[in-house]
């Protein structure tokens, strides 16, 4: 007995780190993520893109999104850090989970991707609503681009989409150009204009629409050109990171393999851009990339290195911050040029931007107004695909004490004159008034 | 002296004392009761409630002493605080007068050293008791200085007891005026001293009173008024002496340099309107004097004739354009809004919604004046016209002092507490005056009957009058009748007083009194409720938005910021706040978030029937935020120019935040029977929108009986 014991604490102590190597502020890439799938034929339909998850360390628990048994919590603790939706037709999540408990999930600070596909359910569209995106309310309405479809053997209806329209940015996207053009076959999406914090990262082109290939157009498609949004990405205030996709297909083993041809264009590509470009976004998606962490804010007067509990006005103050930037492994000073530090009270008094020793030391020091009042320092960095950093902390700063303004300054003399040649004439009349006769 | 009752008189011989010495004894022992009775009078809140800090302002200037005694005074007069006007802050030592919290550490300190262990509060609940104690003897020497001995007994009397007064000084009303009255009076008392005896040491001493005012409260404009103001009196009536340069002229210099070291007047004193006719009849004093001068070395009348001409039209010439051209220059300030709302009482409600919202700044009701001073009022014009028959110095004094304050507190309520002592001291006149009379009259036809002819014996005045006196019949019994006249008009004085007293000046206002249904009192603590919840379950540098009525309470007892509090030097913030609870949420909350609200707080009297509430108040705000803001408009809030919050109110009424956060999930509520849910008893009707949503707040937190309600305004929408 007492031996079984000695192996369960020792297996727990072994296992311990890695129980608590989840989703943290020191290590913010995700580890566990449930997949839920319409059916798991969809496990090997797709493998090429979930073996890449699970190369990079991902532990990816496959479940039917109607399994009855699944929850996303236990006794208040999340199960997972990610959750992924291939279920594009499911009416019902099975066990505990609905959109509420999916927006709870994403607004504790997990990521998810939404991948909604032709004939969409109305569970996966309210998701998308609740993320900022409208999908087509037509059900069997698909993007339809008669110029810029893959070319294929057969001449189809031109729902099959080569995109290369992609959001502009390295933290997103990685590195590395993506050549090909992306193969999509799936529901558009609108962006919510009410929404700020959604962005299109694969948009269609402006001759793309959005209706039901098989009949003939008797309205005008509500959703064209550019506007629509083939895939979407949502960094919520939290820094939960959200995707949301009409393509279902565009995951799969079949488009990750399959050449394209853009129709119009010369160029054959060996393979489409869809491994390349879904792996960088979910490198992004799961916090591999652009994850920034502001550590050891310090701020003190020159000379000091004691913070203050507040400011004289025109004190000359130093103010460091140092951040640095989750490489998916460890964490990297970030470079940049452009963080900025405001010190605010109501407007920014003070603007400066906070020069870097390449080590992810920000620092700069300035001059306190002259202005007395509660103020804040004000680092608020956001920039497209980095985390948002909001940094703010308050410090009151406090007019001169009476003994620290300046004595005898030199206007003052005629005063101080004044003064005393009045008191040293009394004192000469009051003797020769007393004293005279 | 003839006012001692001569049944007193008999009981004291037996205890073998000159007549001389009766008196005093006499004398004394009345001033130690009345001084006892000041006292104790004022502890009826004590008794009720507890001993605590009542209304508004007293808990600021509690925290100030606190803060006094906890970090000494140079740290006191450097303070900033930053939990008050978030995020411009307060240089407290700056704008406050700082005489009452040094008074109160004062007393504190010497009760330390006299190992009594006391903590500073009990100090603060008792200093304004204390001090109306102080008051009434010097009531008694001023009474003594203008009249005799007995008025000033009778005007100590009177001022101990004088509601007008009380109201100002009950036990726990730690405000300024509690000390201010007795400096004001110990000024004017000194003062007169002064000018009846022309001596330096007076006018020293009432330069220094000056000075303790000056430190203590705003009201001393009053006194730097009044007294150039009296001296001009003098001056044209043609009663300059010496004794009054000598007076005035110390006690201006004196007070002048002394009152511009307190931090909050400063060099105000020398430069804005209010003190400027004060300087003016100083340098007038100075070319009566070289006029005077003049006179004595001329002896050609004719020729000073057209010396005076000369001389008073360039005096004249010359103030006038010295004048103006500071006040061209703006070396000279203009004169404040208060000060202009007391000389013209509509210039506030036109001009500065701020002052005019405040209660104690309204016109006074005539039953405020009968409240507050009950027979005085009858006896005021009597002491008046006793003042005029004997007119000097001291009288001439008395009277200005009594007209100029009875006007001002027809302008304003709270000024009552200023005319309440020369009502108390003019009456002292005329009921001691009337008393004295009578007595002589009782007693010398006493004597004509004793002993017959002996008329030369008595004074020589009351002798005529009653040998004059004699041919009327029933003379005595008219004196006798009139005597228990008077002492049945004085005795429903002392009643009137003290229930006034018990049943009006004495709630604290911070801890609320109701009858029940069946009597009983029912007590509503649900301020200190609401402010100790937001001390223990708030962040520390959380900062609360409510109406500034009730930031120095949560500043004081919740312990955290506020955006506006009672000392409203700020009006835009305050406009802002008001614009804030007067618009739409969602235009409410771009506001709130700009000022890094975390928490509302709104007062709400809906199930109580507690009428000072937020809603009653809310017209004040829209105006306020209106005069600033003019895209709030009053009339939007009104229906036919009425305000309710029935049905029939005004649509941006029933859907501003401040009737949001009020009357949220109140339209489910049954708050009395047989009425509708959803029934305002504080307004009596049954509210327009019932169902109340809110977006962007959540209730946080809403006391036992629904007087505080706390909002958490809510972080922005995570993925939107």
Same mark, same amino acid.
């Given at each position: 007995?007492?031996?079984?014991?000695?192996?369960?604490?020792?297996?727990?102590?072994?296992?311990?780190?890695?129980?608590?190597?989840?989703?943290?502020?020191?290590?913010?890439?995700?580890?566990?993520?449930?997949?839920?799938?319409?059916?798991?034929?969809?496990?090997?339909?797709?493998?090429?893109?979930?073996?890449?998850?699970?190369?990079?360390?991902?532990?990816?628990?496959?479940?039917?999104?109607?399994?009855?048994?699944?929850?996303?919590?236990? $006794?208040?603790?999340?199960?997972?850090?990610?959750?992924?939706?291939?279920?594009?037709?499911?009416?019902?999540?099975?066990?505990?989970?609905?959109?509420?408990?999916?927006?709870?999930?994403?607004? #504790?600070?997990?990521?998810?991707?939404?991948?909604?596909?032709?004939?969409?359910?109305?569970?996966?569209?309210?998701?998308?609503?609740?993320?900022?995106?409208?999908?087509?309310?037509?059900?069997?309405?698909?993007?339809?681009?008669?110029?810029?479809?893959?070319?294929?053997?057969?001449?189809?209806?031109?729902?099959?989409?080569?995109?290369?329209?992609?959001?502009?940015?390295?933290?997103?996207?990685?590195?590395?150009?993506?050549?090909?053009?992306?193969?999509?076959?799936?529901?558009?999406?609108?962006?919510?204009?009410?929404?700020?914090?959604?962005?299109?990262?694969?948009?269609?082109?402006?001759?793309?629409?959005?209706?039901?290939?098989?009949?003939?157009?008797?309205?005008?498609?509500?959703?064209?050109?550019?506007?629509?949004?083939?895939?979407?990405?949502?960094?919520?205030?939290?820094?939960?990171?959200?995707?949301?996709?009409?393509?279902?297909?565009?995951?799969?083993?079949?488009?990750?393999?399959?050449?394209?041809?853009?129709?119009? #264009?010369?160029?054959?590509?060996? *393979?489409?851009?869809?491994?390349?470009?879904?792996?960088?976004?979910? *490198?992004?998606?799961?916090?591999?990339?652009?994850?920034?962490?502001?550590?050891?804010?310090?701020?003190?007067?020159?000379?000091?290195?004691?913070?203050?509990?507040?400011?004289?006005?025109?004190?000359?103050?130093?103010?460091?911050?140092?951040?640095?930037?989750? #490489?998916?492994?460890?964490?990297?000073?970030?470079?940049?040029?452009?963080?900025?530090?405001?010190?605010?009270?109501?407007?920014?008094?003070?603007? *400066?931007?906070?020069?870097?020793?390449?080590?992810?030391?920000?620092?700069?020091?300035?001059?306190?107004?002259?202005?007395?009042?509660?103020?804040?320092?004000?680092?608020?960095?956001?920039?497209?695909? $980095?985390?948002?950093?909001?940094?703010?902390?308050?410090?009151?700063?406090?007019?001169?004490?009476?003994?620290?303004?300046?004595?005898?300054?030199?206007?003052?003399?005629?005063?101080?004159?004044?003064?005393?040649?009045?008191?040293?004439?009394?004192?000469?009349?009051?003797?020769?008034?007393?004293?005279?006769? | 002296?003839?006012?001692?009752?001569?049944?007193?008189?008999?009981?004291?011989?037996?205890?073998?004392?000159?007549? +001389?010495?009766?008196?005093?004894?006499?004398?004394?022992?009345?001033?130690?009761?009345?001084?006892?009775?000041?006292?104790?009078?004022?502890?009826?809140?004590?008794?009720?409630?507890?001993?605590?800090?009542?209304?508004?302002?007293?808990?600021?200037?509690?925290?100030?002493?606190?803060?006094?005694?906890?970090?000494?005074?140079?740290?006191? &007069?450097?303070?900033?605080?930053?939990?008050?006007?978030?995020?411009?802050?307060?240089?407290?030592?700056?704008?406050?007068?700082?005489?009452?919290?040094?008074?109160?550490?004062?007393?504190?300190?010497?009760?330390?050293?006299?190992?009594?262990?006391?903590?500073?509060?009990?100090?603060?609940?008792?200093?304004?008791?204390?001090?109306?104690?102080?008051?009434? !003897?010097?009531?008694?020497?001023?009474?003594?200085e203008i009249w005799d001995?007995?008025?000033?007994?009778?005007?100590?009397?009177?001022?101990?007891?004088?509601?007008?007064?009380?109201?100002?000084?009950?036990?726990?009303?730690?405000?300024?005026?509690?000390?201010?009255?007795?400096?004001?009076?110990?000024?004017?008392?000194?003062?007169v001293k002064?000018v009846n005896t022309?001596?330096?040491? &007076?006018?020293?001493?009432?330069?220094?009173?000056?000075?303790?005012?000056?430190?203590? &409260?705003?009201?001393?404009?009053?006194?730097?008024?009044?007294?150039?103001?009296y001296?001009?009196?003098l001056?044209?009536t043609?009663r300059?002496s010496?004794r009054l340069?000598?007076?005035?002229?110390?006690?201006?210099?004196?007070?002048?340099?002394?009152?511009?070291?307190?931090?909050?007047?400063?060099?105000?004193?020398?430069?804005?309107?209010?003190?400027?006719?004060?300087?003016?009849?100083?340098?007038?004093?100075?070319?009566?004097?070289?006029?005077?001068?003049?006179?004595?070395?001329?002896?050609?009348?004719?020729?000073?004739?057209?010396?005076?001409?000369?001389?008073?039209?360039?005096?004249?010439?010359?103030?006038?354009?010295?004048?103006?051209?500071?006040?061209?220059?703006?070396?000279?300030?203009?004169?404040?809004?208060?000060?202009?709302?007391?000389?013209?009482?509509?210039?506030?409600?036109?001009?500065?919604?701020?002052?005019?919202?405040?209660?104690?700044?309204?016109?006074?009701?005539?039953?405020?004046?009968?409240?507050?001073?009950?027979?005085?009022?009858?006896?005021?014009?009597?002491?008046?016209?006793f003042c005029f028959k004997r007119l000097s110095d001291a009288t001439i004094f008395i009277v200005m002092?009594?007209?100029?304050?009875?006007?001002?507190?027809?302008?304003?309520?709270?000024?009552?507490?200023?005319?309440?002592?020369? %009502?108390?001291?003019?009456?002292?006149i005329?009921?001691?005056?009337?008393?004295?009379?009578?007595?002589?009259?009782?007693?010398?036809?006493?004597?004509?009957?004793?002993?017959?002819?002996? +008329?030369?014996?008595?004074?020589?005045?009351?002798?005529?009058?009653?040998?004059?006196?004699?041919?009327?019949?029933?003379?005595?019994?008219?004196?006798?009748?009139?005597?228990?006249?008077?002492?049945?008009?004085?005795?429903?004085?002392?009643?009137?007083?003290?229930?006034?007293?018990?049943?009006?000046?004495?709630?604290?206002?911070?801890?609320?009194?109701?009858?029940?249904?069946?009597?009983?009192?029912?007590?509503?603590?649900?301020?200190?409720?609401?402010?100790?919840?937001?001390?223990?379950?708030?962040?520390?540098?959380?900062?609360?938005?409510?109406?500034?009525?009730?930031?120095?309470?949560?500043?004081?007892?919740?312990?955290?910021?506020?955006?506006?509090?009672?000392?409203?030097?700020?009006?835009?913030?305050?406009?802002?706040?008001?614009?804030?609870?007067?618009?739409?949420?969602?235009?409410?909350?771009?506001?709130?978030?700009? !000022?890094?609200?975390?928490?509302?707080?709104?007062?709400?009297?809906?199930?109580?029937?507690?009428?000072?509430?937020?809603?009653?108040?809310?017209?004040?705000?829209?105006?306020?935020?209106?005069?600033?803001?003019?895209?709030?408009?009053?009339?939007?809030?009104?229906?036919?120019?009425?305000?309710? %919050?029935?049905?029939?109110?005004?649509?941006?009424?029933?859907?501003?935040?401040?009737?949001?956060?009020?009357?949220?999930?109140?339209?489910?509520?049954?708050?009395?029977?047989?009425?509708?849910?959803?029934?305002?008893?504080?307004?009596?009707?049954?509210?327009?929108?019932?169902?109340? +949503?809110?977006?962007?707040?959540?209730?946080?937190?809403?006391?036992?009986?629904?007087?505080?309600?706390?909002?958490? %305004?809510?972080?922005?929408?995570?993925?939107?």
């Amino acid at each position: 007995m007492g031996k079984l014991w000695l192996i369960c604490i020792a297996s727990i102590s072994i296992l311990l780190p890695f129980l608590c190597n989840a989703f943290s502020p020191e290590t913010p890439t995700d580890r566990r993520v449930l997949v839920l799938l319409d059916d798991f034929a969809i496990m090997s339909s797709h493998s090429l893109y979930f073996n890449a998850l699970k190369s990079r360390g991902f532990d990816l628990e496959f479940k039917l999104a109607d399994d009855p048994k699944i929850a996303l919590q236990r $006794y208040g603790q999340y199960l997972y850090d990610a959750l992924i939706l291939f279920c594009p037709s499911v009416e019902r999540f099975g066990g505990s989970i609905d959109v509420a408990a999916i927006v709870n999930f994403v607004d #504790s600070g997990h990521d998810l991707i939404v991948a909604a596909d032709v004939n969409a359910s109305d569970l996966i569209r309210e998701v998308g609503t609740e993320c900022g995106v409208d999908f087509d309310e037509d059900p069997s309405a698909m993007v339809i681009d008669h110029i810029g479809y893959a070319v294929s053997g057969t001449e189809g209806d031109h729902t099959l989409i080569a995109s290369d329209d992609f959001i502009k940015s390295d933290v997103i996207l990685g590195g590395k150009k993506i050549e090909a053009p992306i193969l999509f076959r799936g529901i558009g999406h609108a962006v919510s204009p009410a929404n700020s914090l959604v962005l299109k990262v694969l948009s269609a082109s402006p001759s793309a629409y959005s209706a039901n290939p098989k009949s003939k157009l008797s309205t005008p498609p509500p959703l064209t050109g550019s506007a629509i949004s083939l895939v979407s990405i949502v960094q919520a205030r939290n820094n939960a990171r959200l995707l949301i996709t009409g393509s279902l297909s565009m995951f799969s083993n079949r488009f990750f393999r399959s050449g394209v041809q853009k129709a119009g #264009s010369q160029t054959k590509h060996e *393979k489409s851009g869809n491994e390349q470009f879904l792996t960088e976004i979910s *490198k992004w998606i799961f916090h591999e990339r652009g994850h920034l962490k502001a550590v050891n804010v310090k701020h003190h007067r020159v000379g000091e290195t004691d913070e203050p509990a507040l400011y004289r006005i025109n004190d000359e103050l130093e103010y460091a911050v140092e951040i640095y930037e989750w #490489s998916g492994t460890s964490w990297e000073p970030y470079v940049a040029n452009d963080v900025q530090l405001q010190f605010y009270m109501m407007s920014p008094y003070v603007l *400066k931007t906070l020069s870097s020793d390449k080590k992810g030391l920000y620092s700069t020091s300035f001059k306190v107004p002259d202005v007395y009042g509660v103020f804040q320092f004000k680092v608020e960095h956001q920039k497209l695909g $980095y985390t948002s950093l909001s940094l703010s902390k308050q410090i009151p700063v406090r007019p001169y004490r009476h003994n620290e303004y300046e004595r005898f300054i030199p206007a003052a003399y005629p005063y101080y004159g004044a003064a005393f040649s009045m008191m040293a004439g009394f004192f000469i009349f009051s003797f020769a008034h007393l004293y005279s006769k | 002296m003839a006012t001692m009752p001569a049944s007193a008189s008999d009981l004291l011989k037996s205890f073998k004392l000159k007549t +001389k010495q009766q008196e005093l004894l006499i004398r004394v022992s009345i001033l130690c009761l009345v001084y006892i009775l000041a006292f104790i009078t004022r502890l009826f809140s004590v008794l009720r409630y507890e001993s605590m800090i009542h209304e508004f302002d007293p808990y600021f200037n509690y925290r100030t002493t606190l803060y006094l005694t906890e970090n000494g005074f140079y740290d006191f &007069w450097n303070w900033f605080d930053y939990e008050s006007w978030y995020p411009l802050g307060r240089i407290v030592g700056g704008t406050l007068y700082p005489g009452l919290m040094v008074t109160a550490v004062l007393i504190y300190r010497i009760l330390r050293f006299l190992r009594f262990a006391v903590h500073i509060r009990e100090v603060c609940v008792l200093t304004a008791p204390f001090f109306a104690s102080n008051t009434t !003897l010097v009531a008694y020497f001023f009474g003594k200085e203008i009249w005799d001995s007995g008025a000033g007994l009778v005007a100590a009397i009177l001022i101990a007891v004088c509601p007008g007064y009380i109201s100002r000084s009950v036990a726990g009303s730690y405000d300024n005026e509690g000390v201010a009255i007795f400096a004001l009076l110990f000024t004017f008392y000194v003062f007169v001293k002064a000018v009846n005896t022309g001596s330096l040491a &007076w006018s020293l001493a009432s330069a220094f009173g000056y000075f303790y005012m000056v430190s203590a &409260w705003g009201g001393y404009v009053f006194i730097i008024n009044l007294i150039p103001l009296y001296v001009l009196v003098l001056l044209i009536t043609g009663r300059y002496s010496m004794r009054l340069y000598v007076a005035y002229n110390c006690m201006y210099i004196l007070g002048m340099l002394l009152a511009m070291q307190i931090r909050f007047v400063g060099f105000q004193h020398v430069q804005s309107g209010e003190h400027m006719a004060a300087m003016g009849v100083f340098f007038l004093m100075q070319v009566f004097y070289f006029l005077d001068w003049v006179k004595h070395m001329l002896s050609d009348t004719k020729l000073f004739q057209a010396f005076l001409r000369i001389t008073v039209t360039s005096a004249v010439a010359v103030g006038g354009i010295a004048l103006g051209l500071g006040m061209v220059s703006g070396y000279i300030s203009p004169w404040t809004g208060r000060f202009y709302s007391l000389l013209d009482p509509t210039y506030a409600k036109d001009h500065i919604p701020i002052i005019a919202s405040v209660s104690e700044h309204q016109p006074t009701a005539w039953s405020s004046f009968m409240f507050d001073f009950h027979i005085l009022l009858f006896l005021f014009p009597a002491g008046l016209y006793f003042c005029f028959k004997r007119l000097s110095d001291a009288t001439i004094f008395i009277v200005m002092y009594g007209l100029t304050s009875m006007y001002f507190a027809g302008v304003m309520v709270r000024l009552i507490l200023v005319a309440t002592p020369a %009502v108390c001291l003019i009456s002292a006149i005329a009921v001691s005056a009337t008393v004295k009379n009578l007595t002589v009259l009782l007693r010398s036809k006493n004597k004509v009957v004793q002993t017959g002819s002996t +008329k030369g014996s008595g004074g020589s005045k009351s002798s005529s009058k009653a040998l004059l006196d004699q041919s009327q019949p029933f003379q005595k019994n008219g004196a006798i009748a009139l005597l228990f006249g008077a002492f049945y008009l004085l005795s429903r004085y002392a009643t009137h007083c003290t229930w006034v007293t018990s049943e009006a000046y004495s709630s604290p206002s911070i801890v609320l009194a109701a009858r029940g249904a069946h009597g009983n009192r029912v007590i509503f603590d649900d301020y200190r409720e609401a402010y100790f919840w937001l001390r223990q379950n708030t962040p520390q540098d959380a900062k609360v938005m409510s109406w500034w009525d009730y930031g120095y309470q949560i500043t004081a007892m919740g312990n955290r910021a506020v955006i506006v509090d009672n000392n409203t030097w700020n009006n835009t913030h305050i406009a802002t706040v008001g614009r804030a609870m007067s618009s739409y949420e969602d235009e409410a909350i771009e506001i709130i978030r700009s !000022l890094d609200v975390d928490y509302v707080l709104v007062v709400f009297g809906g199930v109580t029937g507690y009428s000072s509430d937020d809603i009653n108040k809310f017209l004040w705000m829209v105006r306020i935020g209106g005069g600033v803001f003019p895209v709030i408009k009053e009339p939007d809030y009104l229906v036919n120019g009425e305000y309710r %919050v029935d049905k029939g109110a005004a649509p941006k009424m029933l859907n501003c935040l401040m009737y949001k956060l009020c009357y949220y999930r109140f339209g489910e509520m049954m708050t009395e029977y047989g009425k509708p849910p959803g029934y305002d008893r504080a307004r009596g009707v049954e509210i327009g929108n019932k169902d109340v +949503k809110l977006e962007h707040l959540e209730e946080a937190f809403t006391t036992s009986n629904w007087i505080v309600r706390i909002y958490r %305004v809510k972080p922005p929408n995570n993925r939107w």
